[in-house]
């Protein structure tokens, strides 16, 4: 069990570029949560898949934002041209689809624009 | 709509120390899921506990301890005889009893200092 991973740990990145995360989460699980977390605040729902589906996406989910998870295993969050209000830790879990909410989180990945 | 309040900002104590954590929830469902969660300062996330809305048993794992009371809308963690391991930020988190509590919502943490 190598745990959920996250990849950049840290990306620093200019108002208005593009930027991408990936996280692999444990290998059998079938769930797949992404969160932002703002300092001082404790994370925000943003979207889930169950397998390659996105079953929900958060109103704080902008057209800037999309997420995918094409065969089920990874998944990348893409961020367009990014604001400086997107700056923020941004995590991931992955679970079995009956864990009842007893997730696995990664290391996240913090994206600071400027 | 769902809410977590966790109105301890910051808290510090000295080890050995027992230390409680207040977690106040707001919902309209009738069933729910309660969650603990530890984020120490490696930041990923961990799971502490989960308790069903149906459930009011307190319940007891080691030095932690937790207290479900549904006629306040609360559940509190306490750590007895805290050390400085435990110094993190900890997260109260609710979800709707939907069958795989598939959306948690988190309060804002209380950051817990142990200290020698």
């Known amino acids: 069990d190598t745990g959920v991973s996250q990849n950049p740990r840290h990306k620093i990145t200019k108002r208005g570029q593009n930027v991408t995360f990936r996280c692999d989460p444990i290998?059998?699980?079938?769930?797949l949560y992404w969160y932002r977390q703002t300092l001082g605040q404790g994370p925000e729902f943003l979207t889930y898949f169950q397998n390659e589906a996105q079953l929900e996406k958060s109103r704080l989910l902008s057209d800037r934002f999309s997420a995918e998870r094409p065969k089920g295993s990874f998944s990348t969050l893409e961020i367009q041209r990014t604001e400086q209000g997107d700056s923020a830790m941004y995590l991931c879990?992955?679970?079995?689809?009956?864990?009842?909410?007893?997730?696995?989180f990664g290391p996240g990945t913090r994206l600071t624009v400027t | 709509a769902q809410k977590v309040t966790q109105a301890q900002t910051e808290i510090s104590v000295v080890e050995k120390e027992d230390v409680t954590l207040d977690c106040v929830y707001e919902t309209r469902d009738t069933t729910y899921y309660l969650f603990w969660y530890k984020q120490p300062p490696s930041g990923e996330l961990v799971f502490l506990i989960r308790?069903?809305?149906?459930?009011?048993q307190n319940e007891i794992s080691g030095r932690y301890s937790w207290n479900f009371q549904k006629s306040t809308s609360s559940f509190n963690f306490t750590i007895t005889a805290s050390q400085v391991v435990d110094s993190a930020v900890y997260f109260c988190a609710l979800s709707p009893e939907d069958g795989t509590a598939s959306k948690l919502t988190f309060g804002t943490g209380t950051r817990l200092q142990v200290t020698l």
């Open positions: 879990a992955s679970s079995h689809r009956d864990s009842l909410g007893a997730w696995y």
């Open positions: 290998s059998e699980h079938n769930r």
């Open positions: 308790r069903n809305s149906f459930d009011e």
